[in-house]
Nanobody, 123 residues
Framework: VQLQASGGGLVQAGDSLRLSCVASRRTISEYALAWFRQAPGKERESIARITRGGGITVYADSVKGRFTISRDNAKNTVYLQMNSLKPEDTAVYYC?????????????????WGQGTQVTVSS
């Protein structure tokens, strides 16, 4: 599967953004999905995950209550709705897919990655 992330940009603190990740070549219904982010000088971190069936979502404490991951298998797309953005949310955001039912925070557990989309939040 190929993943194409989009929707990043430059926003002010408190604003919202919605990231999209469109899959091609295979249907995303076969994969557990996740969003990661990586800020300069930091490791890539898992911020939101959703199981293959969509019934379970998991969030990093840093985004819980502000971000929402969802999937639309009919559109072959996974979304990340980001509200109340903070400057510390500034990073490159990546979508990822794993050939599993459940998800994991370890990036090594994911088989496919999107190219990343930059999110910059100014104070």
């Amino acid at each position: 599967v190929q993943l194409q992330a989009s929707g990043g940009g430059l926003v002010q603190a408190g604003d919202s953004l919605r990231l999209s990740c469109v899959a091609s070549r295979r249907t995303i219904s076969e994969y557990a999905l996740a969003w990661f982010r990586q800020a300069p000088g930091k490791e890539r971190e898992s911020i939101a995950r959703i199981t293959r069936g969509g019934g379970i979502t998991v969030y990093a404490d840093s985004v819980k209550g502000r971000f929402t991951i969802s999937r639309d298998n009919a559109k072959n797309t996974v979304y990340l709705q980001m509200n109340s953005l903070k400057p510390e949310d500034t990073a490159v955001y990546y979508c990822a897919a794993a050939r599993t039912i459940l998800t994991a925070p370890n990036p090594n557990r994911y088989d496919y990655w999107g190219q990343g989309t930059q999110v910059t939040v100014s104070s």
